[in-house]
């Protein structure tokens, strides 16, 4: 005769002794967390990076514009041409990213100023798996103009 499983008795498996089982959803569990875990920094520090960049973009904006008020004034009461004065613009735009404590590379010309800026965002939970700083770049031009 055949075993029945009644009220209140745990259910009978084929093959298994009742309980074999025990512990093995904790390994899946801790996986589950850890990957989580890993994810969950992964946006925590992907946010931190794109902030990271916008500040960036905004410090290389603010640092081309101080450049482009740098003209050429004798031109500009001459001839009346809208230049800058290329080595004036670059010492402004580097000064200015000097005080805000930003590293980067500035090029000017009669035309334009151009200004990259290179942060190191660094990271709050990829350290776990080796990622300690996230770089990142940004770069913007800005070009002399009168008027309001």
Partial sequence: MRPQAGFGSPPLTRGRRP??????????????VFVGALLAGAVLDG???MAARVQALDIAQQAARAGANQLDLAALRNSGQLRLDPAA????????????GATGTVAATA???SVTV???QPTLLLTVVGVDTIGVTATAHAQPATGP
Avoid at 89 to 100: D, Q, V, W
Wanted: avoid cysteine; hydrophobic fraction near 55%.
């Fill in 19 to 32: 309980g074999a089982d025990r512990g093995s959803a904790t390994g899946w569990a801790l996986m589950i």
């Fill in 111 to 113: 035309d334009q100023v």
């Fill in 89 to 100: 613009a670059a010492t402004a735009a580097r000064a200015f990213l000097a005080a805000a």
């Fill in 47 to 49: 946010g931190n990076a």
């Fill in 118 to 120: 290179h942060l190191s």
